[in-house]
């Protein structure tokens, strides 16, 4: 098999894509880590090569991917920028026509989030975004699938303090999808793209989300059941390195946590600046739950990866794991 095997292409550039099967994408990938015997024993990459695209470093994204194409029987192929023609001698829409012909889905870490627009508009296959400098879809779905099993998918207060980035972007929206509230705490002049909240306010209003943005921390960690938080200084703003003095007082330390809930979990999408937006104390303390959002990334982009590039054996398997398990 060459390529994806479902009706339309569907591609995933923001977490917003998969809409209202989120939940089942996570469900299954819980059943999938919980029991690998029922779950892994199918391929449905069989035969298929997937090609991923690096422009910025990753330890996560792209071990996470390689060995979770391996699981689904699918053969993994890391493209790392300085090897490829891309960005030299080559355009994102030849790059994305060229691959289309080899490979059933292509996953991509950018800088420009147009730039995957752009590839997933001129590719005939499934499109991952694996992190642009907008939205990383990838790391919420691997968030909301962690958040789920630690505390179920009852009504929640999720905290974010930190920069208005990618991947709150994509946290607010899964949040909002999934119903979750969620409070982010953010720097004056650091607040997430307005186009971004907007679409999760329009979701929001349909699943009964509560969404709050506050410059206080201590405001959005109240009573939170999750506290999450990123480096203050994304891949590709390294030239912005003075924007750390405009964080102080954004730090995760033990007394910001004090105001959460008792059994709050810490999230951090990794990698950590330790010392800078979390202490030592507080990432390696009994409620960090940090290593299990990493392991969570291989889980949930398996299911997506099934989901978006052979949706009949998902379709199949989704409603076998039903019967099973519910
Ligand atoms: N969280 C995350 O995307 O990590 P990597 O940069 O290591 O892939
Ligand atoms: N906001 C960070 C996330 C890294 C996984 C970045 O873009 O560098």
């Known amino acids: 098999m060459l390529g994806h095997t479902g009706d339309d292409m569907e591609s995933l550039l923001s977490i917003d894509d998969l809409k209202e099967d989120l939940e089942k994408i996570l469900q299954w990938a819980i059943v999938m880590k919980s029991d690998n015997e029922v779950a892994l024993d199918f391929f449905p990459l069989d035969g298929m090569s997937i090609g991923s695209i690096y422009e910025k470093p990753s330890t996560r994204t792209r071990v996470s991917f390689e060995v979770g194409i391996d699981k689904l029987g699918g053969n993994s192929l890391t493209l790392l920028k300085g090897d490829i023609q891309l960005g ?61 099993e630690k ?33 982010w705490a953010i720097p004056k002049g650091y607040e997430p793209d307005e186009d971004v909240i907007n679409r999760a306010k329009e979701i929001a209003a349909k699943t009964g989300s509560k969404l709050m943005e506050t410059n206080d921390p201590i405001e959005a960690v109240k009573n939170a059941d999750v506290v ?14 003075d924007k750390m003095s405009d964080f102080d007082g954004f730090q995760i330390n033990d007394d910001l946590v004090s105001n959460a809930k008792e059994d709050y979990i810490f999230m951090h999408c990794l990698p950590a600046h330790r010392g800078e937006e979390v202490t030592d104390s507080v990432i390696d303390s009994k409620n960090s739950v940090v290593f299990d959002q990493a392991e969570n990334r291989m889980w949930s982009q398996m299911s997506i990866l099934t989901y978006l590039i052979n949706r009949p054996a998902w379709d199949t398997y989704y409603e076998m794991l039903e019967i099973n398990f519910n």
């Open 88 to 148: 030299k001698s080559e355009s994102v829409a030849d790059t994305a026509n060229v691959l289309s012909r080899y490979l059933g889905g292509i996953t991509y870490r950018c800088f420009s989030h147009d730039d995957v627009v752009e590839l997933s508009a001129n590719s005939s296959v499934p499109v991952i975004n694996a992190l642009s400098d907008k939205h990383h879809p990838c790391q919420a779905a691997a968030d909301l699938m962690t958040i789920m």
């Open 151 to 183: 505390k179920g998918t009852d009504k929640l207060k999720i905290a974010w303090v930190g920069d208005g980035n990618n991947v709150l972007h994509d946290l607010v929206l899964a949040s909002a999808i999934l119903g979750f509230d969620i409070n």
């Open 228 to 241: 999450y938080t990123d480096v203050f200084v994304s891949m590709g703003e390294e030239h912005l390195k």
